[in-house]
Structures are given as structure tokens and as C-alpha cells.
């Protein structure tokens, strides 16, 4: 069975410093991995998604992941954090297939303190 | 691109009536739509995923009877909470995913159910 752990429930950081959210995944083959962004009350948004090729992923805002198969982890990064970065951030991991399923971290909240 | 809207956004109804959801996708057309639960400050719960034209395939634990889905074209999907009650009140969110095959889920919005 395939899951997600976000061992950081809340973290907080200063605007302008650089941030790393972890996420760890069991997944029983190459797996297709995500992170999500939702502000309250909202829907969720895709920051970035790694597939296959270079592990390093860019993504929306700023944010880039790195996939590492070894430790089984797919860090989300960003250099320099701005106040409206502050949100509900999920890593999913899924498999193939536009049927796949998605299983979802439990999510870490991320305040940005000015 | 990859825009999903939902409908209503927000919805407020009395214990033993039916709610129904619609979830769009506006720019793509979507082989695939899934159905989630999120409870306050937790992560989201899959409840069903849905093929256009198909049944739904329903998760454990999930009344198919209660929350019945339905995906009659390639850009809609609606969930209907029938007989809701307090304990149904939550926030619901859709997703899609794209008839080309990326396996990328692009969510709605979210719909936010009030049981009184």
C-alpha cells in the first residue's frame, strides 16, 4: 500500500528565509509524486510534480523538489519565503494511469512571520 | 489551462435533505474525476473515483448509497449526499484528471456542506 508521511505538522519562518518541507513515501514502484498548495477555505493547487528524469523539479512560485529514491523523500524547497507563501502545503504520491489514486500526506502548515 | 469549478461553493441545508455537487472541468476533458473529504485542519480522504460513463468505485468505509456520483459527461461530475446529516458536514473537493494522460489531478475549488 502506498502512503505519505509529512513529519512537520506546522512550521514557521521568517520572510525571506529559505524554507524545506519533508515528505517521505512507501510506494511499491516508481512513483509519481506531488506537491500541493491550499489556502483556507480553498481548493488544492499544483506547485510542482515529478514523473521520471531529472530529479530536481522546478515549479510555480519559486518552489523546486528534489526526488530521492535512496531515502525514499521528496523534499519541497524555496530559497527565500514571502509572507503570501504562508498556506497548507500536501505531498501526494500516486502511480500510473489517469485512474490512478492519489494518497495524501497529512499536510504541513507553514506561518510566515514578517 | 486545467481549470475545475465546483458548484455550489457553499451550501447550508436541514438534516434528512439531499445536496447535490457539481464538479466541472471548464478547459480539458476528463476521462477520470475524483471525489474527496477533508475534515477541519486534516488531509483529504479519497470517497470515490469516477469514469465517465461508468459506476463509480467507492473507497472502504464509504456509503455508496449516501453519496451517490455521477460522471454522464467528459466535463461533469456531481455528488449527491442524500439524507445528510450533521456528521456529512464538511468540506468536499473534486479533481480531474485530463484525457491525454498525464496523470496530474487538478482540484476544484472545494464545496463546504453545512448539515443543520
Known amino acids: 500500500a502506498q502512503s505519505v508521511t509529512q513529519p512537520d505538522i506546522h512550521i514557521t519562518v521568517s520572510e525571506g528565509a529559505s524554507l524545506e518541507l519533508r515528505c517521505n513515501y512507501s510506494?511499491?514502484?516508481?512513483?509519481?509524486l506531488f506537491w500541493y498548495v491550499q489556502s483556507p477555505g480553498q481548493g488544492l493547487q499544483l506547485l510542482l510534480k515529478?514523473?521520471?528524469?531529472?530529479?530536481l523539479v522546478q515549479g510555480i512560485k519559486g518552489f523546486e523538489a528534489e526526488f530521492k529514491r535512496s531515502q525514499s523523500s521528496f523534499n519541497l524547497r524555496k530559497p527565500s519565503v514571502h509572507w503570501s507563501d504562508a498556506a497548507e502545503y500536501f505531498c501526494?504520491?500516486?502511480?500510473?494511469?489517469?485512474?490512478?489514486?492519489?494518497?495524501f500526506g497529512t499536510g504541513t502548515r507553514l506561518q510566515v512571520t514578517l | 489551462g486545467a481549470v475545475v469549478s465546483q458548484h455550489p461553493s457553499r451550501v447550508i441545508c436541514k438534516s434528512g435533505t439531499s445536496v447535490k455537487i457539481e464538479c466541472r472541468s471548464l478547459d480539458f476533458q476528463a476521462t477520470t474525476m475524483f471525489w474527496y473529504r477533508q475534515f477541519p485542519k486534516q488531509s483529504l480522504m479519497l470517497m470515490a473515483t469516477s469514469n465517465e460513463g461508468s459506476k463509480a468505485t467507492y473507497e472502504q468505509g464509504v456509503e455508496k448509497d449516501k453519496f451517490l456520483i455521477n460522471h454522464a459527461s467528459l466535463t461533469l461530475s456531481t455528488l449527491t449526499v442524500t439524507s445528510a446529516h450533521p456528521e456529512d458536514s464538511s468540506f468536499y473537493i473534486c479533481?480531474?484528471?485530463?484525457?491525454?494522460?498525464?496523470?496530474?489531478?487538478?482540484f476544484g475549488p472545494g464545496t463546504r456542506l453545512t448539515v443543520l
Open positions: 510506494y511499491g514502484a516508481t512513483p509519481y
Open positions: 479533481s480531474a484528471s485530463a484525457r491525454s494522460g498525464t496523470d496530474t489531478q487538478y
Open positions: 501526494a504520491v500516486g502511480g500510473t494511469g489517469t485512474a490512478s489514486k492519489l494518497t
Open positions: 515529478y514523473f521520471s528524469g531529472d530529479t
